[in-house]
């Protein structure tokens, strides 16, 4: 069908409209990546999705149309997909990119993309890159070359996707998020068989989950963490959503510090510049709080790609990786 014919389809009004299924909303979006749909219908349809909800269904096939015009991934998968698309005014530093160091240092090869809006300076993702020692990719093969080297990569949306960002920038057209917004959370580019995910509202972590289950993801974790970002508060209890071998779950690890914070940028207490990044894990800086937040993110994604049977034994496995990266830079420096 056209796209007129979906968007009449959802706004029919309260008792006779309807949401889209799977297979409608692949071809919706590829009318739209092709450009082919006139712009006040994809702008029509992506504002009824958002009043009515968008389902896991819609996500699914608007991710599968995405996915099929991304070039080919030649590369081995890595073992995490991490997409980080927060834009958040209100966050501090990055700090979930040393945990993304520190599992791919350990082995678990990592794609870090995204693309991030509405930040202050210190928030910002691309300025922390060279701080948290992480390259970044030109595209999706460069990724998998500087992944072959490295370990890990970030690849920003407008190098791998610049029509989808393209919709991503309609909120500013439009004045609210759309599903894009979380369908670029699910397009894993990689083909990883892992992701982690952080969202901003709470009703989007089982939304979330159930779309990744419907496009055969084996293991996820989708958690309300800093400002959107998948970057876990050790000083809460945090509800997640996930699929753990092919099966949707629910957990709620427990905090891991005492203190508590209104804000999870209120807890650490080093500088706001990236420059903290590096001392942090370099060991030139200590701060508990910027330290378990490092830690207890990348133990849920130890959990979440299968390599720790409970919460409590990866965040040991976590931490035990930390104590060996400050082993190692002080080996590095005698």
Same mark, same amino acid.
């Given at each position: 069908?056209s796209?007129?014919?979906?968007?009449?389809?959802?706004?029919?009004? $309260? =008792?006779?409209?309807? =949401?889209?299924?799977?297979?409608?909303?692949?071809?919706a979006?590829?009318?739209?990546?092709?450009?082919?749909?006139?712009?006040?219908?994809?702008?029509a349809?992506?504002?009824?999705?958002?009043?009515?909800?968008?389902?896991?269904?819609?996500?699914?096939?608007?991710?599968?149309?995405?996915?099929?015009?991304?070039?080919?991934?030649?590369?081995?998968?890595p073992?995490?997909?991490?997409?980080?698309?927060?834009?958040?005014?209100?966050?501090?530093?990055?700090?979930?990119?040393l945990?993304?160091?520190?599992?791919?240092?350990?082995?678990?090869?990592?794609?870090?993309?995204?693309?991030?809006?509405?930040?202050?300076?210190?928030?910002?993702?691309?300025?922390?890159l060279?701080? #948290?020692?992480?390259?970044q990719?030109?595209?999706?093969?460069?990724?998998? *070359?500087?992944?072959?080297?490295?370990?890990?990569?970030?690849?920003?949306l407008?190098?791998?996707?610049?029509?989808?960002?393209?919709?991503?920038?309609?909120?500013?057209?439009?004045?609210?998020?759309?599903?894009?917004?979380?369908v670029?959370?699910?397009?894993?580019?990689?083909?990883?068989?892992?992701?982690?995910?952080g969202?901003?509202? $709470?009703?989007?972590?089982?939304? *979330?989950s159930?779309?990744?289950?419907?496009?055969?993801? *084996?293991? =996820?974790?989708?958690?309300?963490?800093?400002?959107g970002?998948?970057?876990?508060?050790?000083?809460? =209890?945090?509800?997640?959503?996930?699929?753990?071998?092919?099966?949707?779950?629910?957990?709620?690890?427990?905090?891991l510090?005492?203190?508590?914070?209104?804000?999870? #940028?209120?807890?650490?207490?080093?500088?706001?510049?990236?420059?903290?990044?590096?001392?942090?894990?370099?060991?030139?800086?200590?701060?508990?709080?910027?330290?378990?937040?490092?830690?207890?993110?990348?133990?849920?994604?130890?959990?979440?790609?299968?390599?720790? #049977?409970?919460?409590?034994?990866?965040?040991?496995?976590? *931490?035990?990786?930390w104590?060996?990266?400050?082993?190692?830079?002080?080996?590095?420096?005698?």
């Amino acid at each position: 069908m056209s796209l007129r014919e979906y968007v009449r389809a959802m706004g029919r009004g $309260p =008792s006779r409209g309807r =949401s889209l299924s799977a297979a409608e909303a692949e071809d919706a979006m590829a009318q739209i990546l092709a450009g082919t749909a006139a712009p006040e219908a994809v702008g029509a349809l992506l504002m009824l999705m958002r009043y009515r909800g968008e389902t896991p269904e819609e996500l699914a096939g608007f991710t599968l149309a995405l996915r099929a015009t991304l070039p080919d991934w030649s590369s081995p998968a890595p073992a995490l997909d991490w997409p980080s698309f927060a834009a958040g005014r209100t966050r501090g530093l990055p700090w979930f990119l040393l945990s993304a160091r520190l599992l791919a240092e350990a082995g678990h090869p990592v794609l870090l993309h995204g693309w991030n809006s509405h930040q202050g300076v210190a928030a910002s993702v691309t300025g922390a890159l060279a701080h #948290a020692g992480i390259r970044q990719a030109k595209s999706l093969c460069d990724a998998g *070359q500087i992944i072959a080297d490295t370990g890990i990569a970030y690849l920003s949306l407008a190098d791998y996707a610049p029509r989808a960002l393209e919709l991503l920038q309609l909120r500013d057209v439009l004045g609210l998020r759309s599903a894009v917004n979380t369908v670029l959370r699910l397009v894993n580019p990689a083909g990883a068989p892992a992701s982690v995910q952080g969202v901003f509202h $709470p009703p989007y972590l089982a939304l *979330q989950s159930e779309a990744a289950l419907l496009l055969g993801l *084996q293991g =996820s974790c989708v958690i309300k963490g800093g400002g959107g970002e998948f970057e876990r508060n050790p000083a809460k =209890s945090l509800p997640l959503s996930g699929i753990c071998a092919g099966a949707l779950r629910e957990g709620m690890p427990p905090a891991l510090l005492s203190e508590t914070h209104a804000r999870l #940028a209120d807890g650490p207490q080093l500088s706001t510049s990236p420059d903290a990044l590096a001392a942090l894990w370099s060991g030139d800086a200590e701060d508990s709080f910027a330290e378990a937040i490092v830690t207890g993110t990348a133990a849920l994604a130890l959990l979440t790609m299968g390599r720790a #049977a409970s919460p409590a034994e990866a965040d040991a496995q976590a *931490q035990a990786l930390w104590a060996a990266r400050a082993l190692a830079t002080e080996r590095t420096a005698l």
